[in-house]
């Protein structure tokens, strides 16, 4: 049985350089940025740390639905922990929903600091200037509007350059919340670093929901993906 100063990090020391982790589910080491930290709670209940700052000694999993049930089915916390960490029913879909919220808490950082404009002629304008690194787009949108939007961002000036993200994964009520505005809809991502931290946030959401890098395969409309504009 592997040493836990193997399975365990040491805490949540953070430093500039990117880091590997091992994966205690498929024991693989992979970067940081694709993998999700994992401590237990004062009482033993395991929780997922996605800002990757809670106290204590963590586990970490690949980010992926699949990984995280291969963990729990192969009681890889408890022996991670020593047996001294008991894992909830609803881990995964807590997970899920965390880190959903981490995309939210992002975008409201953006919006403060200014990489975020939102409403349709403000995103067509930044569309047809060739700006945005990004979009967002409420779930709920109209057909319409998605539509007229789509063909904007493919006629952009560097269209060929690289595919444009879209985070189409919450409601617009939500992205209301985090923006501090009403009925938000179509909103761009400026350059930026608190727009970077928003497209990060997003894969992690995607990576754990499809099990594959943003980018990678098919992309489809819904709330569980979010589509990629290329040229």
Same mark, same amino acid.
């Given at each position: 049985m592997e040493d836990d100063t193997t399975l365990l990090d040491a805490g949540p020391r953070h430093t500039a350089a990117p880091r590997e982790r091992l994966c205690v589910a498929t024991r693989t080491v992979k970067p940081e940025a694709?993998?999700? *930290?994992? =401590?237990a709670g004062p009482d033993g209940r395991v =929780?997922?740390?996605?800002? *990757?700052? %809670?106290?204590?000694? !963590? +586990?970490?999993?690949? #980010? !992926?639905?699949g990984a995280l049930a291969a963990a729990i089915k192969q009681r890889a916390f408890?022996? $991670?922990?020593k047996g001294k960490a008991t894992v909830g029913p609803d881990l995964a879909d807590d997970t899920e929903r965390l880190l959903g919220r981490a995309v939210l808490d992002a975008l409201a950082i953006a919006g403060k600091a200014g990489t975020v404009v939102a409403g349709y002629t403000k995103v067509e304008a930044a569309? &047809? &200037? @060739?700006?945005?690194?990004? /979009?967002v787009r409420a779930h709920d949108a109209s057909p319409d509007g998605v539509r007229k939007i789509t063909a904007a961002a493919e006629r952009r000036p560097n $269209?060929?350059?690289a595919p444009l993200p879209v985070i189409g994964s919450f409601e617009s009520v939500e992205l209301d919340l985090a923006l501090?505005?009403?009925? =938000?809809?179509? +909103? $761009? /991502? %400026?350059? @930026?670093? $608190?727009?970077? #931290?928003?497209? @990060?946030?997003?894969r992690m959401l995607e990576l754990f929901r499809t099990g594959a890098p943003? !980018? &990678? @395969?098919?992309? #489809?409309? !819904?709330r569980r993906t979010g589509p990629i504009l290329g040229s």
């Open positions: 694709e993998m999700i *930290r994992f =401590v =929780v997922p740390d996605i800002k *990757r700052k %809670l106290p204590g000694r !963590g +586990a970490w999993v690949t #980010a !992926g639905r408890e022996r $991670a922990f569309l &047809a &200037a @060739g700006t945005p690194i990004g /979009l $269209a060929g350059d501090g505005r009403t009925n =938000v809809i179509h +909103a $761009a /991502l %400026l350059p @930026g670093r $608190a727009s970077e #931290a928003v497209l @990060g946030r997003w943003e !980018g &990678a @395969g098919p992309q #489809a409309e !819904g």
